[in-house]
């Protein structure tokens, strides 16, 4: 997102990242008994770029439960926004898997694919880029 919203050029090795591995029970239950939850928080800006447990309030837009995402923007005129969508199920994934398939065999030379290992994952996927090429 900071690459393609922002402009940025970074990498997921410019983030700073904090998994949940360290959240205990007793934190999970604390926050609950406050009314909040434990949410992984993804945050950018002015070259700041970092994810990391946060503990936010149930009625903010960001403590979205089961399987959505939300994203929080502000622009400078139009002020604050707010996206909500589904993340992580079985058809979005499988979406997000064949839109980087369609992406790395139109950025490369199509005849040349079967070099590139990123592409030789399994043969399923083989069969599908070689479906896609022809």
């Known amino acids: 997102m900071a690459n ?4 940025y050029e970074v990498s997921l090795k410019d983030v700073n990242v904090k998994g949940i591995e360290s959240i205990s029970l ?3 239950m604390n926050a609950k008994r406050e009314g ?8 950018i800006s002015h ?3 970092k994810v ?10 960001l403590c979205v439960n089961s399987n959505l995402n939300a994203v929080v923007f502000e622009c400078v005129y139009s002020g604050q926004h707010l996206i909500i969508g589904r993340g992580a199920g079985g058809k979005e994934t499988a979406s997000s898997i064949i839109r ?3 992406n790395i065999v139109a950025s490369r030379n199509v005849n040349d694919y079967k070099s590139k290992k990123i592409l030789r994952m399994s043969r399923g996927i083989e069969i ?3 479906n896609l090429c022809n």
């Open 4 to 7: 393609w919203i922002m402009d």
């Open 47 to 49: 070259g700041e770029i």
């Open 128 to 130: 599908s880029i070689r």
């Open 52 to 61: 990391s447990p946060e503990i936010i309030p149930l009625n903010n837009p």
């Open 36 to 43: 909040s939850a434990i949410r992984l928080i993804g945050f």
């Open 100 to 102: 980087d398939i369609i």
């Open 26 to 28: 007793e934190e999970i």
